[in-house]
């Protein structure tokens, strides 16, 4: 008789193949299904080949190769396919048996089918993985959330497969019940957008202001990826910039500038929206994205709106180093915001985040990774209770010292006429959040005239509303609700 698997895999595309591997590497046997079979075989009959991997070609016979209680994990397309396949196992799996979700599903329908797996007596876990092919294979970030009872069960199988950080320590530890990993990881693919974006408009800034080239760009981020800005998304920027076509010429410089997105960072501005937190960079990277796609549009707006000439003068040295610190401040905003997102997601949710611990799963394996999240760790491991990145003291210090060439580089682009929404919004709300008086209390005042909304006074204690019958005709009915 064969032995039975540690664990089983549903879904034999690009991330499924390279977790399978990663787990047989581990030491664990596996258990493949795909809805076309003709993928088991030629998945087992290439890569899988003399491997300690099982390939089955029905449910039945998937479940009965497997080791109780047990495991298994879902790398198929996020949505209703993930509810077919749970609808499929649930009658041939036992209580205690556990189904994993691995894709980019939103968390509400975590929590959903969290829910719903439980009420059948079995466990649910709904992960972020992060690292594309290459983080699959070689070691990924995962980030699980769902039945804490299935945390033991799996946590062998994730902590041997994920990254490692220089200590050895795993990219992988539990993050919360119900949706808590998939909406860690949502937040993580939104900073992920505000990373790539604030790249871009440094990319844009030297291009379209400075006139340099895929060469002279590729020597700064080469340069860029040594110090404090090291990362992953720096190292493979410096890599495009650098790679050259078949006639010799920069490949980028071809490269239509469209980009596509799958949603993600979408769902975070959303939620950022649902609970109250300016979200306000990301949110601006999901609308760049959505601006590129208008390709046609805005070629044709090019030959009606015009703008100023770009035209760039001054010490170039001294400006890339502005564009650095405009880069890394804009970035520190970022990650305060997604931080924000999670605090408020996990009081909203009764989750029970590590702050620190998160940012020491995305310190290897995941597309955000970078140094600078080691800064992350340390801050959340002096103060649990930061209410925001920017109040801790080394993130205070390294903005204050950045802000000078933060604000060239966002008037240089504003005076000659370059893009940079993700860089200004963050300079925007850093200005927004150290301002003790903001004009709100004129528009609060404006929604009390059109629409009896109320407010609070600054002579009197918070908590109590106020309304004015600004016209003389209004009376002095309030609007029974308050929303700030």
Request: with cysteine.
């Amino acid at each position: 008789m064969n032995k039975l698997s540690d664990i089983g895999l549903i879904g034999l595309a690009v991330m499924g193949e390279n977790l399978v591997l990663n787990m047989e590497s581990k030491g664990f046997t596996v258990s493949v299904y795909n809805r076309s079979a003709s993928k088991v075989d030629d998945f087992l009959a290439a890569r899988a080949k003399g491997k300690n991997i099982t390939g089955t070609h029905s449910m039945e016979e998937f479940v009965a190769s497997l080791e109780r209680p047990r495991k298994v994990m879902l790398m198929i397309k996020a949505g209703s396919a993930v509810d077919q396949m749970i609808d499929t196992l649930i009658p041939l799996l036992e209580p205690g048996d556990l189904i994993i979700d691995g894709g980019n599903t939103h968390f509400p329908d975590t929590n959903r089918r969290t829910a719903l797996v439980e009420s059948k007596g079995l466990l649910y876990i709904g992960t972020g993985v992060s690292g594309g092919e290459e983080g699959a294979l070689l070691g990924p970030s995962i980030m699980p959330g769902g039945s804490k009872k299935a945390w033991p069960i799996i946590k062998p199988v994730f902590q041997a497969i994920a990254a490692k950080v220089d200590d050895g320590t795993p990219c992988c530890d539990w993050v919360g019940e119900n949706g808590a990993g998939h909406f860690v990881k949502m937040v993580h693919n939104g900073i992920e957008y505000g990373d790539m974006q604030l790249i871009t408009e440094a990319y844009q800034i030297m291009r379209d202001l400075m006139g340099m080239s895929a060469d002279e760009m590729h020597d700064v981020f080469s340069e860029w990826n040594k110090g404090d800005l090291d990362s992953y998304l720096i190292e493979i920027t410096r890599d495009i910039l650098g790679y050259k076509d078949t006639d010799g010429k920069p490949l980028v410089d071809k490269i239509l500038d469209t980009a596509g997105q799958k949603g993600t960072g979408k769902w975070t501005g959303v939620a950022a929206l649902d609970l109250g937190i300016p979200l306000t960079l990301i949110g601006e990277a999901v609308f760049s994205r959505c601006l590129s796609a208008i390709k046609n549009e805005r070629v044709e707006a090019a030959g009606i709106l015009h703008g100023p000439v770009p035209v760039f003068s001054g010490d170039k040295t001294a400006f890339i180093n502005d564009i650095k610190d405009a880069l890394y401040a804009s970035k520190i905003v970022s990650y305060a915001q997604g931080y924000a997102l999670m605090r408020a997601a996990a009081e909203e949710y009764k989750w029970e985040l590590n702050y620190g611990g998160i940012a020491l799963m995305w310190r290897g394996g995941c597309i955000i990774r970078s140094a600078f999240l080691g800064k992350i760790k340390e801050a959340f491991d002096t103060d649990s209770g930061l209410k925001n990145l920017l109040l801790d003291p080394f993130f205070r210090s390294t903005v204050d010292k950045a802000q000078k060439g933060w604000r060239n580089v966002v008037a240089a682009a504003i005076t000659n006429g370059i893009p940079v929404p993700a860089i200004s919004s963050a300079l925007g709300y850093f200005d927004g959040y150290r301002c003790e008086k903001l004009p709100a209390n004129l528009l609060q005042a404006q929604r009390d005239y059109f629409g009896a909304h109320t407010y609070e006074r600054t002579d009197k204690p918070r908590g109590e509303f106020f309304h004015t019958n600004w016209t003389g005709r209004g009376g002095t009915t309030a609007s029974t609700t308050y929303n700030v």
